[in-house]
Structures are given as C-alpha cells and as structure tokens.
C-alpha cells in the first residue's frame, strides 16, 4: 500500500470514528432528557414523519382535481393561513388547557381531516378544509415549545429546544421520502396513509402521557426555579425587540425550503444533483452537530448565541448569493446551517426567558407565526426581486445583508436597554 493511500485510509478512518462520536454524544443527549421529554421527542419525530401529503399536494391538485395554477395555489396557500392563525390563537386556547391537551386535539382534527380531503370535488370545500389541515397542523408545534419549557430546566433549555428540533429534522427527512414512494403508487392513499401514522402519534403520546401520570413522573418536582433575569415591566419591550429583528432570520432560512432548487437549476444552471448536495449537507450538519453544539455552548447566554448565529447565517447567504459555482455553494451552505442550529434554539430559550409569567404560550406562538410569515411571503418576495433586478442571486444577498443589519440591531439594542443577555 502506498504512503498516500495509507493517509488516505487513516482520514476515512478519523472522519468515521468522528460522525460516530457525534452520533454517540446526540443519543446521549437524548437519553439524558427527563420522562416526558423524551416521550415529547418521540411524539416529535412520529409526528413529522406524517409529513407525507402536503408536499404533494400541489401534484394530487393538478392531477386529481384538474385545477388551475391559481387555483391550486389558492388550496395550497390557505394551509399556511391556516397555520398562521393557528398560531397566533394558540395562547387563548393554552389558557383554557393543557399543552398536552392541544396537541391531542389538534391530532385528532389533521387525522380527520386528511380522510375527508380525497373525496373533495368543491373548490371552495378543499380551501376550506386545507385551512381546518394547516390549523389543526400547527397546534402542534407551539404547544411542543411550551411542554418544553415547563418540563425543562432553564440551564438546559438550549439543549432541550435542540433536541426538539432534532426530532423534527429526522421525521421532515423521511416523512416526504415515503409520501414520494405512496404518492407514486396510488396518490389519494397519500393522505389515508397520513391519517394512519397521525392517529399513531395520537395514540403513543396518550399512552405515554397516562403511563407518566400514574407513575407519578409528570410533574415538574425535580426542575430549579426559574431566575428572575429583568424587571417585569420590561419583558414586553425584551420580547418584542427579538421579535421584530427575528423577522429577517426566518425569511432568510425560508429561502432554503422554498427556492433553492429554483435559483441553483434555472438562476445559476447547475445540475440538479448541486441541489441534492445542499439539502443532504444541510441534513447531515443538523443531525450531527446541533445537539452537541448547543450542549458546548448551553452556558453562554442566548443573546451572544443569536449573536453568532446571525452573523454566521449573514455569511453563509451572502456567500450563497456571490458563488456560482457547486462547490462554493456547498461551503456556504455549511456556514448558514452552522447559523441555523444555534440561532433557533437560542431564539427559543431567550423568548422563555425573556417572557413574562402567563405570556410565554403567545410568544411561542408568535415565533411560530414569524416562521410561517418567512414561508408563506419569501417566495413572493425573492419572484420580485428577480423580475425587478434580473439578477436571481440578488435576493439571497440581501437576505444576509439584511441578517446582517438586524445583528447590528441586535447589539445596539441590547445597548440601549431593549434586549437583555439572557
């Protein structure tokens, strides 16, 4: 064997031992979690495993239905609304119940709902129920982000929203892959599939819920007091000033989910296999490194965390914007998700933090809507500023000049007393 084949050798040996070190240090972090986390990330990833008919709905439209373009992207739109409404409701309905209530609730109305939407001829009946579908969709995931904070303690809340976000990055990468594998044998068993595997999540979390109750292990007994970190009279100013100058993030990382493959194939020309690169990079990355990440950096504040986490995902879009190339592409797609597994997790925590007793489930749920905002208005947004430049790069630039400037934003306000270093 030859000197370079052996340094060959010993590198796949070092990276093999390194992902699995990574993998090692993720698991236990999980199993660190207390009972009811880890039945929540379990509930979690079987949850976004039932992600298998939205992403083909569009398809099932033009298909089955035979709809025109606006028309399917009126259906498709009313999800999102859906969803947005949701979470801006969703703190009047976690005043009236539990958390753990809501999300049996809203499991029970998705799985409904996906068995009448294949026998839906009406145009006006599928918006309608589209809409009960993104609703009941996303009671989900506020609800998720308040059991988080109750059954979490503060120091190690960054690593339980990672966590969190774990679970839904593993159930967002297999549930589309089987929807794509159902959808293409028989479309409308899509959606009965759906159904079956919400109904399960339903099913698993009420056993569990009920199996911790009995046993005693659902309360909070074993968690620290939460610290006083401001006054109460200026929670409302912490939180809105992250609010506002989180906008900008979450339009950023929509651009991703929305018009990668667009701008990589058809603005830059790149073979689709580029696209494939990103996405897998992107993947691997969250599963690798988020959790052990935020574990390092769990005793930073979140404020320096967001900090960080703009900057690098200013970076990344900038460079995303600037490289033609597949490559250089790839690089910067390593820099904003290094960006993305530390700013949402941090976001989180300081929004817990930052809340006042009683407003901490309309927060979670306004940084939820703020995530759907990014979603349902990027791709209008960059379809503007392609047709006014001609320039398909220029939206992904201003995404991290824009991040950029709400880092800086977010040190002056700090400055000037609007933010806190929690």
Not at 245 to 274: D, Q
């Amino acid at each position: 064997m030859s000197k370079y084949s052996k340094i060959v050798k010993q590198l796949r040996q070092k990276k093999t031992k390194f992902i699995l070190s990574m993998l090692k240090q993720s698991f236990q972090l999980v199993r660190s979690l207390n009972p009811q986390l880890r039945v929540l990330f379990v509930t979690t990833l079987i949850y976004r495993v039932s992600t298998m008919a939205f992403p083909f709905l569009s398809a099932w439209l033009y298909a089955q239905e035979e709809l025109p373009a606006y028309q399917v992207g009126v259906v498709v739109g009313a999800f999102g609304i859906g969803a947005l409404v949701s979470d801006l409701l969703i703190s009047p309905i976690l005043r009236i119940m539990s958390a753990s209530q809501a999300i049996k609730i809203g499991l029970c109305i998705y799985a409904i709902v996906l068995l009448f939407i294949p026998h839906l001829e009406s145009k006006y009946s599928l918006v309608l129920m589209t809409f009960a579908w993104g609703m009941a969709y996303e009671m989900f995931t506020p609800s998720a982000f308040s059991m988080t904070i109750e059954y979490s303690a503060e120091e190690n809340r960054k690593v339980a929203f990672s966590c969190n976000r774990l679970a839904i990055n593993i159930g967002m990468a297999i549930g589309p892959a089987l929807g794509g594998l159902i959808f293409a044998f028989q479309s409308d068993l899509v959606f009965y599939v759906n159904s079956v595997v919400v109904l399960m999540t339903l099913i698993y979390f009420s056993i569990m819920q009920r199996q911790l109750v009995s046993s005693g292990r659902s309360t909070r007994r074993d968690l620290k007091p939460e610290q006083g970190h401001q006054e109460s009279t200026n929670r409302s100013v912490y939180f809105w000033s992250s609010f506002i100058l989180s906008l900008p993030i979450h339009l950023a990382y929509a651009l991703p989910p929305t018009v990668l493959s667009v701008y990589m194939v058809n603005g830059l020309g790149l073979e689709a296999y580029w696209v494939s690169g990103v996405y897998i990079t992107n993947a691997l990355l969250v599963t690798l490194f988020e959790l052990p990440i935020n574990n390092y950096m769990k005793h930073m504040t979140s404020y320096v965390s967001i900090l960080i986490g703009y900057l690098l995902g200013a970076m990344g879009f900038i460079i995303m914007g600037i490289a033609q190339i597949g490559p250089m592409l790839i690089l910067a797609t390593v820099i904003w998700t290094l960006g993305e597994l530390i700013v949402f997790p941090s976001l989180l925590d300081y929004i817990s933090k930052s809340s006042g007793k009683g407003k901490k489930s309309r927060n979670l749920g306004l940084h939820s809507a703020g995530v759907n905002i990014g979603i349902i208005f990027t791709p209008a947004i960059v379809s503007l500023l392609t047709v006014q430049t001609g320039d398909p790069s220029f939206a992904w630039v201003s995404a991290g000049a824009l991040v950029f400037i709400s880092m800086v934003m977010l040190y002056l306000s700090e400055k000037a007393n609007f933010l806190k270093r929690v």
